[in-house]
T-cell receptor, first 112, second 109 residues
Framework: IAGITQAPTSQILAAGRRMTLRCTQD?????MYWYRQDLGLGLRLIHY???????GKGEVPDGYSVSRANTDDFPLTLASAVPSQTSVYFC???????????FGPGTRLTVL | GQNIDQPTEMTATEGAIVQINCTYQ??????LFWYQQHAGEAPTFLSY??LDGLEEKGRFSSFLSRSKGYSYLLLKELQMKDSASYLC??????????WGAGTKLIIKP
């Protein structure tokens, strides 16, 4: 692994289903982030974690949950997907909250 | 509210120079970032400004004026591979990044 990986690359999901997007980094970065990117809008922060064991809410946290059990992994869960959660999801990490963020390749999610 | 403004789309010619502007209104300021994003790919870091002035990095330069809430990204000697979206982001007082919608740059031969 080099950098940040995300899985799956893309997914089509029926509304009401539960889905977990995976994110793993091997840079030993303390801080990790989940963003969604929608056409015509800037990246919007969903949840973040400044260090393992802690998480915080971003601009658009409703309908999403995260956990940070260790430094490397930061999964994002949609408990009951809705069509408005159709988006491209990016995971990012940085050495600290004051450092440059580096992005994973993204997950394209479609909720029907 | 917090706001980042940048043009939606710009067109330039291969070999030329282009300037992409970004204006911001945020609660606090802890630095401004420029990222490049090719279609279907992840954003990649280009530059960071926290003090006023010009930061030069090869063909790319970024300028910041904190008093005016203004930045620009200058791309010189444009190449076809520079066709991408350029994202401006400001780190606010909570150390969260506030993102502009991005400027799609189209390079023509």
């Amino acid at each position: 692994i080099a950098g940040i990986t995300q899985a799956p690359t893309s997914q089509i999901l029926a509304a009401g289903r539960r889905m977990t997007l995976r994110c793993t980094q091997d840079m030993r970065h303390n801080a990790m982030y989940w963003y969604r990117q929608d056409l015509g809008l800037g990246l919007r922060l969903i949840h973040y974690s400044n260090t393992a064991g802690t998480t915080g809410k971003g601009e658009v946290p409703d309908g999403y949950s995260v956990s940070r059990a260790n430094t490397d992994d930061f999964p994002l869960t949609l408990a009951s997907a809705v069509p408005s959660q159709t988006s491209v999801y990016f995971c990012a990490s940085s050495d600290s909250e004051s450092d440059t963020q580096y992005f994973g390749p993204g997950t394209r999610l479609t909720v029907l | 509210g917090q706001n980042i403004d940048q043009p939606t789309e710009m067109t330039a010619t291969e070999g030329a120079i282009v300037q992409i502007n970004c204006t911001y209104q945020t609660s606090g300021f802890n630095g401004l970032f420029w990222y490049q994003q090719h279609a279907g790919e992840a954003p990649t870091f280009l530059s960071y400004n926290v003090l006023d002035g010009l930061e030069e990095k090869g063909r790319f330069s970024s300028f910041l004026s904190r008093s005016k809430g203004y930045s620009y990204l200058l791309l010189k000697e444009l190449q076809m591979k520079d066709s991408a979206s350029y994202l401006c982001a400001v780190r606010d007082s909570n150390y969260q990044l506030i993102w502009g919608a991005g400027t799609k740059l189209i390079i023509k031969p």
